[in-house]
């Protein structure tokens, strides 16, 4: 499994984000240091870009930079994905929220789901290599205007191809944190269990600048510092 995230500079939780993958023996591939940023669709610009570099039978990881964490090994992160209908069909699965956006109003176009985060969250996406390259090559984000937002890019395209993608609608392997207020709380050490639906995440996204800190301090990636908005987490106090 290969872990990736996109940006131009390591600022916000991007230090919370390496140093969490380094706990659970994850090297994090980072696309576009140094580079220009267009803005939002760079970060599948960026993949899109590094597709052929990477082994065809490989499952990519991709996470937001700024405002996510790992909390699992690859053996966690793939036994949830293989598990799921998206593993099982070898597609991709996208992380779920409450929150529909960019645009509310597309939640009209939505499939009823009694599901609690059922509109696409594209700040954590997993799947093979040989699917990201199919789906991406259908968005053809390159051709986007600099201003699209990459999650708009996504939500388009599943609502155009419903059965292309899979939406993490139960947070079995991601945790979208925005509106989500008392869905995740603290089980065994550095585990976490979402009292809505009885899963077990490993993957946290603070979207909608949702505090990451009680998840950083439950995985005890211990926070020594908080600078603005960036953490400084010390790793030599996992247990």
Sequence with gaps: MIVVTCCNKAVLHYDALAR????????????????????????????????P????????????????VLGGDASAIMCRYLASPAGLHGKLLVSGE??????????LRYAPSADPYPYVN??????????WTRILSAIRPEALPDDTNDQQAMTDFHLGNPRAIYIDTRATLFQSLYMADGDLRPAAPRTFVNAVTNTHPVIFHGNGRADLLPV????????????????????????
């Excluded at 570099?53 to 996510?68: C, N, R, S, Y």
């Excluded at 954590?124 to 290599?129: E, L, N, R, T």
């Excluded at 950083?216 to 247990?239: E, F, M, P, W």
């Design 53 to 68: 570099t990477m082994p065809p039978g490989e499952v990519l990881l991709f996470v937001d930079a700024w405002d996510a």
């Design 20 to 51: 969490s993958c380094a706990c659970y023996g994850h090297k994090l591939v980072t696309l576009g240091v140094g580079g220009p940023w267009a803005g939002h669709i760079q970060k599948l610009r960026l993949i899109q870009r590094s597709l």
């Design 98 to 107: 409450r929150n529909c956006a960019p645009d509310a109003s597309a939640r």
């Design 122 to 131: 594209a700040g954590a996406i997993i799947g093979p290599v040989t699917e």
């Design 216 to 239: 950083l301090n439950h995985l005890q990636l211990s926070i020594d510092t908080h600078v603005g908005d960036q953490y400084v987490c010390d790793s030599t106090k996992r247990a």
